[in-house]
């Protein structure tokens, strides 16, 4: 199995207090990506890294953040968490590869994020 | 942009009927394409992959072409079991220049078999 840790596994929190969560690799993967998964929206990046401190917005970048200041630790941050950020969230990585190879993405084993 | 577009679902099928799961893609480069499965509580894994025109990915039973004339990497199985029961993404990472983008997922479809 890659090297991905998610923490927390689980978090029940309030609306309106911020919450942090954290994606560690082991793999030197030069791309990391947080996603949330919703039943009948399938699998929505959020944000993506492509570097240290190197972010972009995905397609529902609001309301989060996100924080890269070393390769192996992405975080993303829900300033103000609210009730429709109740989802399952996961965070992947992969490598740019040189032509003539190939590459996939690997993933954690998500977090489950209930804002009461 | 590139995107990846899956068929609806869920879908539902008897124990070994024949598995269909269509996907079609955007890309402006030259793009891998794979197949990523996901039990039910867990995280996604690839299931099978293939990297250019015409290739052919196999893993399982599953098996999917690389069809660039009609953008085309439909996921397929003779004859599914009650263990396949889970949600199939295609997935996309396109090339520009001499390096690979980050992969991009298509929406899922959850496949249910019964006995």
């Known amino acids: 199995d890659a090297g991905i840790t998610q923490s927390p596994r689980h978090k029940v929190t309030e609306t309106g207090t911020p919450v942090t969560l954290r994606c560690h690799q082991t793999?030197?993967?030069?791309?990391m990506y947080w996603y949330r998964q919703d039943p009948g929206h399938g699998l929505r990046l959020i944000h993506y890294s492509y570097g240290v401190k190197d972010t972009d917005k995905g397609e529902v970048s609001d309301g989060y953040s996100v924080s890269r200041s070393k390769t192996e630790d992405f975080l993303l941050t829900l300033e103000s968490a609210t009730s429709s950020q109740t989802s399952v969230y996961f965070c992947a990585i992969s490598e740019p590869a040189r032509r003539g190879e190939d590459t996939e993405a690997f993933f954690g084993q998500g977090t489950r994020l209930t804002v009461v | 942009g590139d995107s990846v577009t899956q068929m609806e679902g869920p879908v539902t099928l008897s124990e070994e009927a024949f598995l269909t799961i269509n996907c079609t893609y955007t890309?402006?480069?030259?793009?891998?394409l794979f197949w990523y499965v996901q039990y039910p509580g867990e995280g996604l894994q690839l299931l099978l992959k293939a990297t250019k025109a015409d290739d052919k990915g196999s893993n399982k039973g599953f098996e999917a072409t690389y069809r660039k004339e009609t953008t085309s990497f439909h996921l397929e199985k003779g004859s599914v079991q009650v263990s396949d029961s889970a949600v199939y993404f295609c997935?996309?990472?396109?090339?520009?220049?001499?390096?690979?983008?980050?992969?991009?997922f298509g929406p899922g479809t959850s496949l249910s078999v019964i006995p």
């Open positions: 890309a402006t480069g030259y793009p891998s």
């Open positions: 793999e030197n993967h030069r791309y």
């Open positions: 997935a996309l990472s396109d090339r520009l220049g001499t390096s690979y983008d980050k992969v991009i």
